[in-house]
């Protein structure tokens, strides 16, 4: 036990009754060495002990007070961020939405003329598949305003099975121009058998974006690992995501705040401040959580824990 870490809580909290013991025993064996009368002494003690107390008393209670006013000043400003967030995302989602369904429109237009060709060739069906995926990655992004939109209100329902592997395949396809050029190198370890899970497809799409992307914007010089590893917790019977990178790793003084709304350690212009408090909120909103943990230099880990339907297909 380590004597240091017990006591010196107790000296912060209760320092002025410790002083006034302290002086009471000192008078007490000043005076013992001289004469006096028994009563003086008793009060002089009596006076030194009820003034310690009250003192105390007094400056915790005063400390309780600020600390209960900070907290309320913590809470105004998380209200006011997220009364801006909405009244962002329902400035955007209409300018959004317009263009988004005029290319998804022109995108299927393309994909039924090169269906009716009879002879393809195989840069035909190249085309044919680049289309498709486009088109899925627009629907997914209207999906996404919409979403936004949502949570802005505390209004979705989630009700497709969802299968975590398949997200995260789509979610590297959608960044891998993003990494493909440079020294990043991808490392995945998933697990095949794992169960569903009862969510949206696109908004879990969008947490695995966000914290991919952010790992690899942490890797310096665009070279480094990042490891990706899916796994099934029988005890909690959740799907258990894992992110881990080798990059600069987050200062233990900012990672409290990062899944706040608008904080960013980002040059202004490259970063909203949104992406991992979106990322929390959906998680949240499966019934699920999202943790990091960093060592400085070294990178970071996220993990996320989603619940799932049933048991792992081999149990």
Not at 81 to 108: C, F, M, R, Y
Request: aromatic share 8%; glycine share 6%; proline share 2%.
């Amino acid at each position: 036990m380590n004597f240091k870490n017990t006591i010196s809580p107790q000296i912060e909290k209760n320092g002025l009754v410790l002083i006034a013991f302290a002086m009471v025993i000192l008078y007490w064996v000043i005076d013992s060495l001289a004469s006096g009368l028994l009563f003086t002494r008793i009060l002089i003690v009596s006076f030194v002990i009820i003034y310690g107390f009250f003192t105390q008393t007094l400056i915790n209670t005063r400390k309780a007070a600020l600390e209960e006013k900070e907290k309320s000043q913590q809470q105004l400003i998380q209200s006011e961020s997220l009364a801006a967030i909405g009244q962002l995302v329902a400035g955007i989602a209409h300018e959004l939405n317009n263009p988004l369904s005029s290319t998804a429109s022109l995108i299927q237009s393309d994909i039924e003329l090169i269906n009716e060709i009879k002879d393809k060739r195989d840069i035909d069906h190249e085309i044919l598949a680049d289309l498709r995926f486009s088109l899925r990655e627009m629907n997914r992004a209207e999906t996404i305003v919409k979403s936004v939109l949502g949570l802005s209100r505390q209004t979705q329902t989630y009700a497709e099975n969802v299968n975590i592997n398949k997200i995260l395949d789509d979610a590297l396809r959608v960044l891998h121009n993003q990494y493909s050029s440079s020294n990043i190198e991808i490392v995945k370890d998933f697990d095949e058998n794992l169960p569903e899970i009862n969510g949206n497809f696109a908004n879990l799409g969008q947490v695995f974006i966000n914290v991919i992307k952010n790992a690899l914007q942490a890797l310096p010089d665009d070279k480094g690992f990042i490891y990706l590893k899916t796994r099934y917790n029988k005890e909690t019977n959740c799907i258990e995501i894992e992110c881990r990178d080798t990059g600069e790793g987050i200062p233990n003084e900012i990672i409290k705040d990062i899944f706040k709304p608008f904080f960013t350690t980002k040059d202004v212009g490259k970063g909203s401040g949104l992406g991992l408090y979106i990322s929390h909120e959906i998680i949240k909103k499966h019934g699920g959580l999202i943790s990091v943990s960093s060592n400085k230099g070294k990178g970071s880990t996220f993990v996320i824990a989603l619940p799932a339907r049933g048991e792992r297909k081999d149990d």
